[in-house]
């Protein structure tokens, strides 16, 4: 098997996060997306919340300006997020899970659940020329949704993954694994993520189907430490490393 080119999302939500916490401009995610760009990142996150916890409106428009890469839009499934979407024409947009009271998203989208409220969310995005993904738990019913509903790409969760101890982490790697490899034999590309650090990458980097993935807390709080520029080279490092 030909192990496709591995790509890597930077989430920076957490730095206007920082920001909102006391108000005013500083530190700016724009400045953020520039060093993201610099240090060999793949494309921009970020997740416009319900609540603005983080991420702004007036934002999306000034950090797609900031660089060349590619925008992925994190969104929950409501006609609000829809046309803020198809006004700022992201290059992609994830639609997520999302609860007011979670401190982050929690779990993945039950795309099969769902299905009568998100197949025309996904068309109207699709027909928009967005690519639209859907960020689901590793499991054959999900990816079977995905398929239904029509969606080119979907997005892993790898939260049981990162929190699973013992021989649990061998089992959720290789549900991801295996998921992965079933939405590419039918024609979906297969992102994942959360949770994602420099301990627990590489396992998940190797997986050869797997086009992208998208970290960003960690990113962010490795930041204060040593800086976003150097943050982000070595996640990039550990992840080449492997492909």
């Known amino acids: 098997m030909v192990t496709r080119p591995l790509r890597l999302g930077v989430n920076i939500d957490h730095v206007a996060t920082i920001r909102n916490a006391r108000g005013g401009e500083h530190p700016d995610p724009v400045r953020a997306a520039q060093i993201v760009a610099q240090a060999g990142g793949d494309g921009i996150t970020v997740h416009l919340r319900e609540d603005r916890r983080h991420i702004r409106d007036e934002d999306l428009a000034r950090v797609q300006a900031a660089t060349g890469l590619p925008l992925n839009l994190e969104m929950a499934a409501t ?92 089992v959720e790697l290789r549900r991801i694994a295996d998921m992965a490899a079933l939405a590419a034999k039918n024609g979906i590309e297969p992102h994942a993520g959360h949770g994602l650090t420099y301990d627990n990458v590489q396992p998940v980097a190797a997986i050869p189907q797997l086009a992208e993935l998208n970290i960003g807390h960690y990113l962010i709080g490795e930041a204060i430490f040593c800086g976003l520029e150097a943050s982000v080279t070595k996640m990039r490092e550990l992840m080449d490393a492997v492909r």
Not at 88 to 104: D, F, G, L, M, W
Not at 141 to 157: C, D, F, K, N, T
């Open 79 to 170: 006609d609000e997020m829809v046309e803020i979407a198809l006004r700022h024409q992201p290059h992609a947009a994830c639609i997520v899970p999302e609860r007011r009271e979670e401190r982050t998203t929690e779990g993945g989208l039950d795309a099969a659940g769902q299905h009568n409220r998100l197949a025309p969310i996904v068309a109207r995005l699709r027909d928009a020329g967005i690519r639209v993904s859907l960020f689901i738990a590793p499991e054959a019913r999900q990816i079977e949704a995905a398929m239904q509903l029509g969606a080119p790409i979907v997005e892993l969760h790898t939260g049981e993954y990162a929190h699973a101890t013992g021989d649990q982490v061998a």
